[in-house]
């Protein structure tokens, strides 16, 4: 067990070098020809990369370690329950979670909500995310109880996903297109994937990666959906608040004659 750790560790410790080194070498022939920034500036950017470097390590080690194997322990115990309906809701359960918990989902939340001055919540966005998520996970597992293609749900998914976006608002869509990226972030990629590959060959007579993967495709697909479907919602709720008020300035205002409508 030991051996295997310090392989683990050996081998994210080799990946985080790779990424964080050509943007390092990047930054660093920036300075010299284009960004001269004062030498206490670059002290100041190294160390923080160094400590996401770290932070990077650590989190990728964590998710060698614990949470491939968690997440694939739980979708072999869930894939041998009989009851389908168990198996589905436990499945939109972890994705909620997951969702919720997601970093990238949160850093989009916060940037929405300062980029918008405040008019549209972080939260409402954490919200709109984990829920999609959430509905979109259940389906993907009841493919895996089912068996179904991947189609049936890709294909209609997109085609709403088309037509949300005629009616949504423009904002909305923005924000929709970009939740789409964050919520594929490490936790579902780590967690739920092999939470659905686990599932997968724990079921007699599915195959694995016929049906195990697939699963972040939906992932990607349910905040855009979602988010989408929040943005005509409160667009809705906003036009039918307002249409009192319009109608009010109608009526009071003054014909040619000068008198004001009935």
Known sequence: MTG????????????VLVAIA??????????????????QKVADILKGTAIAALGLFLFLAGISIGFLPFGRA??????ALEDTRIFIFAGMLLGLVTAWGEPAVRILAGQVEEASSGSIRGSLVIHAVAVGVALWVGLGMARIAWGFPLLYLVVPGYLAVIGLM?????????????????ATGPLANSFLLVLA?????????????????GFVALIALAPITSVMALGLVI????????RPVEERAIEECPTQDGSARE
Do not use: Y
């Open 4 to 15: 295997e750790w310090i392989a683990e560790i050996e081998g994210v410790a080799l990946s």
């Open 166 to 182: 005629w009616f949504c608002d423009r904002d909305f869509l923005a924000i929709a297109v970009d939740a789409g990226g964050v």
């Open 22 to 39: 050509p943007l390092v070498v990047l930054f660093l022939v920036f300075q010299v020809f284009l960004l001269r920034l004062p030498r």
């Open 74 to 79: 739980i979708g072999e115990a869930l894939g």
């Open 197 to 213: 590959l686990g599932a997968a060959e724990a079921m007699e007579g599915r195959d694995p990666v016929l049906q195990g993967f």
């Open 235 to 242: 667009q809705l709720r906003t036009r039918a608040r307002n």
